[in-house]
């Protein structure tokens, strides 16, 4: 396993090179890093769970997402404010998601082998549902109860909707100043609390049997475990989390992109679960925490220092996108490389695989 | 193998009726929807084209399509540059990007060919962070034609070439034959035509053979004495080849040079229109490229100015995406759900 401490080590490395020609202050950056931590932090963790059982990156944490932006709107639209808003919204996304996690799950149960490539199509294909209803079905067939969302047409809700009644409810709560650092105590803990349980998770009996499953199905059978359900678990814990840390990302912005919120929450939440030194077939939470730490860092710091460097922020921003794509693609390869070594029967076409069967 | 009509088909046949029925309400020309149908069929129909090799030979569904297309669009570009015009200047564009497509497929292929199971998803992440490399390439490369440069600086490429000048529709408009209100584009047609023999000539060879053994069953090959990593290491770089070829028509076709990240999402169309031809992965045919690129290129076409009519333009877009993704899903529940039930 040693081979993948270097995917980190070239995080750490690209970092301070970054930093060197990027020539922004240390608090300025550590301030972002914060920030993005308590964005990012939820999101990160809920990618854990289904790479223990075995599936792979689950990349329909965008449907997670999305669950939590409905469950947002709803609660404008029916003019909830503050705490009984927030928990309308959590309640609604939490639901949603574990309907959607099932249904997602038994999706996954047909395609084993192929998981990953199936959630993102999952994840493409919610999200133009989820804009078919929201720019669509808002004003046509749904009928609206709170105007102010809505486009001037009267179909379809506004790109951009202001959280005001939301704004500072949870980030500002027990906020620690030290020195020029900003530390909200409260959003952390929670960030924490989230760790925690997931981490608790793995310990359980269903962690367990998460961790069975992921090590070889047959041996899971002939222990009694029923793999399906216990597939379908993995994905309804991974949505509700990616829910609940999508409602987090949201409440800290303060305001809703509609249309686009949810993009690419998935590539960087993914690239980040790699960059701290994650594999396709192991993932904790000290991964999740270095990662958020080592790629945000990247991703604050690689802008300016293209624009130093080459006199051109755009350069910037390519070697962004490149590093994000790029760390999953590294993963992908280098997992299949060390499956090859570790398993041989992974190394074996999928036609002896099924010919075993 | 299967020549029942599966739900796909049906559904976008439906769609497509459906959408037509709603056309001649709406009265649009009839003429220029069948004329702009047959330009569509060609102008994705050899993207399209491009993902059979590694379909036949069990590689998965390109869905690294864009390394194929950035060979193309590179080619392309020193076509450009070199200000060459009208057919010339396709067919220069289509020789130049034939080297370049052949060091980045043997490349791709040498990715593939170490994650074998795993292709798909691997070959959409390499796919995906090829864009943004390239995107460093378009905005430093060292082209000199004021035409394709930023207005202002003169470095760096624009993102939108247009080809008027240059080569744009030349092979659209290459023995174009008028028939009443029908445009029927005899040129594009013929080349597609010929491109699809070439292939299936192809898959008749004895090389062509042993990609479909390795396809059919890859354990079985290899002991009948078939180089199994040689033969899909081929099939990718032919995959690649047709794909840059593709870009090339689509880029003439469509009038414009789109550069940057216009080629991300490029592969899940032509995966898409695959699939609704009834391809299956091993099994794929040419009926399946040309039937799969007509009705979903078509309805592609259809639904633009209906959508226009009702006022709503972006809806046309997110039908579009829905039907794209849900027939890949359905694809991949589908076969899944074939593979489990064999075993």
Redesign the interface.
């Known amino acids: 396993m040693a081979v993948f401490k270097r995917v980190p080590l070239i995080f750490v490395i690209l970092c301070c090179v970054a930093f060197y020609y990027a020539d922004m202050s240390f608090p300025f950056v550590l301030n972002q890093v914060i920030t993005r931590f308590i964005r990012d932090g939820v999101m990160v963790l809920a990618l854990i769970i289904p790479i223990r059982a075995g599936m792979g990156v689950n990349f329909s944490i965008v449907v997670g997402a999305l669950c939590a932006q409905v469950g947002l709107i709803l609660a404008l639209d029916l003019g909830l404010g503050s705490i009984s808003g927030l928990v309308f919204m959590a309640f609604t996304g939490v639901t949603l998601s574990v309907i959607v996690g099932v249904i997602i799950g038994l999706c996954l149960n047909r395609v084993k082998n192929r998981e990953m490539i199936t959630t993102i199509i999952i994840g493409f294909l919610a999200t133009s549902i989820y804009q078919l209803v929201f720019m669509v079905g808002y004003g046509t067939v749904i009928s609206p109860s709170n105007p102010e969302i809505m486009l001037s047409r009267g179909i379809g809700i506004r790109n951009m909707v202001d959280l005001e009644l939301f704004r500072n409810l949870l980030d500002t709560l027990w906020l620690l100043q030290v020195g020029k650092i900003e530390i909200p105590v409260f959003m952390i803990l929670l960030v924490a609390a989230f760790a925690v349980g997931v981490h608790y998770i793995t310990m359980t009996r269903l962690g367990k049997q998460f961790t069975v499953v992921g090590q070889d199905h047959e041996k899971a059978m002939t222990l009694g475990i029923n793999v399906g359900r216990v597939r379908i678990k993995a994905i309804v814990i991974s949505t509700l989390i990616a829910c609940m840390g999508h409602l987090f990302y949201i409440l800290n912005i303060g305001m809703l992109n509609v249309y686009t919120a949810q993009m690419n929450t998935d590539i960087f939440s993914c690239a980040a679960l790699f960059a701290g030194g994650a594999t396709l077939v192991n993932a904790r939470v000290g991964h999740a925490f270095l990662g958020i730490l080592l790629f945000h860092s990247l991703f604050i710091l690689s802008p300016q220092a293209g624009q130093n460097v080459f006199g051109n922020p755009a350069l910037g921003e390519y070697f962004r996108s490149f590093v994000a794509y790029g760390t999953i693609g590294l993963a992908l390869i280098l997992n299949a490389k060390h499956r090859d070594l570790g398993h041989p029967n992974f190394s074996v076409s999928n036609q002896v695989i099924k010919n075993k069967g | 193998m299967n020549p029942k009509i599966q739900i796909p088909q049906l559904f976008i046949i439906g769609f497509l009726v459906l959408m037509i029925g709603i056309a001649i309400h709406l009265e649009i020309p009839m003429g220029w929807i069948i004329s702009d149908a047959l330009v569509r069929l060609v102008m994705n129909g050899v993207l399209v084209l491009s993902l059979m090799p590694m379909l036949r030979a ?1 590689v998965g569904i390109n ?1 690294g399509l864009p390394i194929g297309v950035v060979a193309g669009l590179l080619g392309l570009c020193i076509s450009v540059n070199l200000r060459l015009k009208g057919i010339m200047g396709l067919s220069g564009a289509m020789v130049f990007s034939f080297p370049i497509a052949l060091v980045l497929g043997r490349g791709y292929a040498a ?1 593939l060919n ?5 292709e ?3 070959a ?3 796919g ?2 090829f ?3 390239m ?2 390439f378009w ?2 490369a060292p082209f000199s034609n004021p035409g394709m440069l930023w207005p202002i600086g003169g470095k ?1 490429l624009r993102p939108v070439i247009g080809l008027k000048s240059y080569f744009a529709k030349a092979l659209n408009n290459l023995w174009m034959v008028q028939v009443g209100e029908l445009k029927i584009p005899i040129g594009l047609l013929l080349f597609f035509a010929l491109l699809c023999l070439l292939m299936v000539l192809f898959f008749r060879t004895n090389f062509g053979r042993a990609m479909t053994a390795v396809g059919e ?3 079985f090959a290899r002991l009948s004495g078939i180089d199994v990593g040689h033969v899909r290491t081929w099939a990718i770089i032919l995959s690649t080849l047709v794909a840059a070829l593709g870009i090339c028509v689509y880029a003439q076709s469509y009038g414009f040079l789109e550069l940057y990240d216009a080629p991300l999402m490029m592969a ?1 169309p032509a995966a898409s229109a695959i699939l609704v031809g009834g391809s299956c992965g091993r099994h794929t045919r040419m009926g399946h490229v040309v039937v799969g690129t007509f009705l979903f290129q078509t309805t592609y076409l259809i639904s633009g100015p209906i959508a226009n009519e009702m006022m ?1 333009p ?2 046309a877009e ?2 579009r ?2 039907i ?3 027939i ?2 359905y694809a ?2 589908y ?3 074939k ?2 039930g ?2």
């Open positions: 069990g869905f990715i170490r994650v074998k199971g795993r798909e998803i691997t959409t992440f390499v995906f962070s864009i943004p490399l995107n460093f905005a430093t760096g069953n890859a354990q899940f709503l972006e809806v997110i039908f995406m829905m794209t993704n849900g890949i899903l991949l529940l076969e899944g759900g593979n489990n064999s075993v």
